[in-house]
């Protein structure tokens, strides 16, 4: 899972040598589980809506303090 990180991550920076941090959380969605935000360092955070099958970037350099799900709504 670490590589699909640092690849997901390459590609929204220039330069694959930084460092892209750590996962610091990972929030469920309670309506679909499949829907998923893996809270990280450094400013990157990704999502996925398929259990992590595929990544999509989140909010690149802005780190995100909290992220919550509207609690009936699956997005």
Sequence with gaps: MHDEFKKMASLEQESTDEEIGNVRKV????????VIVFSGTHG??????????TLKALNHGRPMEEILFHPTERD
Excluded: L
């Design 44 to 53: 990157f955070n990704w999502y996925s809506d398929n259990c992590a099958e």
């Design 27 to 34: 929030i469920t969605n309670n309506i679909d589980k499949r």
